[in-house]
């Protein structure tokens, strides 16, 4: 039994300390604007890694900042895609009225 025992994860430790977990999640809440990315406001894995590759100088591919995020409690949030000019008065409308008659036919 004591051979069957688990013997904790297996592979070398992760180079991301704790203590660097609380400076990227304070890091990450400021936005990508706050760190020269103005033309879009998503984080992605490959700039995560550059924050912490600029911060702490060590290199993270965007696989291992995928691995590292979720132990941090944060997940994939993909944006809604909507029409810039979308009236949502007009959506509801058409809910409303138009579709029980398109749905019926």
């Known amino acids: 039994m004591k051979a069957l025992r688990s013997k904790g994860p297996s592979g070398r430790p992760s180079w991301m300390k704790p203590g660097w977990r609380e400076w990227l999640a304070a890091e990450l809440e400021k936005g990508p604007a706050s760190h020269g990315w103005v033309e879009d406001q998503r984080w992605t894995l490959a700039r995560i890694a550059a924050v912490i ?53």
């Open 53 to 105: 590759a600029r911060r702490f100088h060590v290199r993270f591919s965007p696989a291992q900042a995928w691995h590292i995020l979720p132990q941090m409690g944060w997940s994939v949030q993909a944006p809604q895609r909507r029409a810039a000019g979308r009236d949502e008065d007009a959506v509801a409308t058409w809910i409303k009225e138009t579709w029980p008659q398109v749905e019926r036919g």
